[in-house]
C-alpha cells in the first residue's frame, strides 16, 4: 500500500480550482481561433475576437474567464492501493474546494438546500465521482461547471427502435432548443448507454476530453463529426447572433445498457469549458 496524505490533496485541488477558472485549456482556445478565423458573421466573429481577448486576459491577470466560476465537479480514480492517511478523502477534496474558491476570489455559487438556497460561502459541496482502479496512484480531474448551460443540458429515455438517428436527432433537438441561453458557442458532452444516472455522468465525462480528440470507436468518432457539422448549421451562432460557429466540439462516450432501452444524455457547456487535472 502507498500512503497518501490528506493535506498533497486539499494543496492540488486548492490550485486547481484557481487554475482552471482562470487559464483556457489549450484545445478551446484553438478552436475558439480557428472558428474566428472561419466565421461568416461579423458580429460572430468579433465576439470569437472578444471570447479570445478575454480567455488572453484571464490567463495574464490570473482572473476568472467567466464570472459563473461554477459548481466543481470532480472525478477521482483511486487507486486500490492506495491509503489515504491524515483524514477523509471526501473531507479533503471539499476543503481543497473552499480554499480555491476563498484564496482565489471564485465566486460562491452554492446553496446548501435547492429549496431553501441558503448560500454555503465557500463554493461547498462539491460533487465527486469517486472509481476505484488498479494501482497506487490517484488520478483527479477537476472542471467546474457553470449553469447558464447546465440548465440546458437533457436526458432522454429513447427506445433501442429509434436507433442511431433518434440519438443523432435528439442532440441537435437540445443543442436548437438551448439556442443562445448557453453562451454559445458551445461544447456538447453526450453519453449513451448505462442506464438513467449513468449517462449523466457519461455525458458529463465526455466534457473532459480534449474536443481536438475523435472518439476511438469509428463510428462514433464519425457521428462526432456529422453532429458537429449539423450543429454548426443551425445558424445560432455566437451569443445567439447568428452564423456558422455554434459548437466547438461534440464529445460522446457509451456504455452497455439494457435490451430494452437506449438511455441518452446531452451535458451542454459553453466556451468556457473548464478542466484541470493531476495525478498523485
Ligand atoms: S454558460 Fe459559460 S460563459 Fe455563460 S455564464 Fe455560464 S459559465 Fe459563463
Known sequence: MRDINVNEIIDKIEKMCISANCNLN???YGRLRECAGCEKSAVGKDILEQCIKNADLAKEKQKPICQDTGMAVIFMEVGQEVHIVGGSLTDAVNEGVRRGYINGYLRKSIVSDPLLRVNT??????VIHYDIVEGDKIKIDLAPKGFGSENMSKVYMLKPSDG??????????????????????????????GNFELCAKLAKK???????????????????????????????????????????????????????????????????????????
Open 26 to 28: 489549450d484545445d478551446i
Open 164 to 193: 442511431i438517428e433518434g440519438v443523432k436527432n435528439a442532440v441537435i433537438d437540445c443543442i436548437e432548443k438551448a439556442g443562445p441561453n448557453p453562451c454559445p458557442p458551445m461544447v456538447v458532452g453526450v453519453g449513451i448507454g
Open 206 to 280: 465526455a466534457l473532459l476530453r480534449p474536443i481536438n480528440e475523435s472518439s476511438k470507436t469509428e463510428y462514433i468518432a464519425d457521428m462526432e463529426k456529422e453532429l458537429l457539422e449539423r450543429a454548426n448549421n443551425l445558424g445560432i451562432g455566437p451569443q445567439g447572433l447568428g452564423g456558422n460557429t455554434t459548437v466547438l466540439g461534440i464529445n460522446i462516450e457509451t456504455y452497455a445498457t439494457h435490451i430494452a432501452g437506449l438511455p441518452l444524455a446531452v451535458n451542454i457547456s459553453c466556451h468556457v469549458t473548464r478542466h484541470a487535472s493531476c495525478i498523485i
Open 121 to 126: 460561502k465557500d463554493n461547498t459541496p462539491a
